[in-house]
Nanobody, 123 residues
Framework: QVQLVESGGGLVQAGGSLRLSCAAS????????VGWFRQAPGKERELVAG???????YYADSVKGRFTISRGNAKNTMYLQMNSLKPEDTAVYYC?????????????????WGQGTQVTVSS
């Protein structure tokens, strides 16, 4: 069993930055494909960024060049650095882990989820 806990959300003005953290208990992230998702009110959960088991990263087109996903030096941590934030980035952000390999954009293939952290970007 893997338990995931996100932190780092908050309120920021447009153009600002936030760094989200995800800590895993019970396993190390290196054994999984991991990703960040977000869900805004009335919208479906969507992939923001992911890292495959062999450390290939991939992003949603809407965040390319602004967001960076990374694994921490501690094997059970993961980060999402978010720069140049826009009001449309406002959502609850979730970290997730999957035992599958590859570029995984579908939230249904992820096995474990954190509880989510709210990110609000004001205009």
């Amino acid at each position: 069993q893997v338990q995931l806990v996100e932190s780092g959300g908050g309120l920021v003005q447009a153009g600002g930055s936030l760094r989200l953290s995800c800590a895993a208990s019970g396993r190390t992230f290196s054994s999984y494909t991991v990703g960040w998702f977000r869900q805004a009110p009335g919208k479906e959960r969507e992939l923001v960024a992911g890292i495959s088991r062999n450390d290939n990263t991939y992003y949603a087109d809407s965040v390319k060049g602004r967001f960076t996903i990374s694994r921490g030096n501690a094997k059970n941590t993961m980060y999402l650095q978010m720069n140049s934030l826009k009001p449309e980035d406002t959502a609850v952000y979730y970290c997730a882990a999957s035992i599958l390999s590859g570029t995984l954009r579908d939230p249904r293939v992820y096995d474990w989820w954190g509880q989510g952290t709210q990110v609000t970007v004001s205009s």
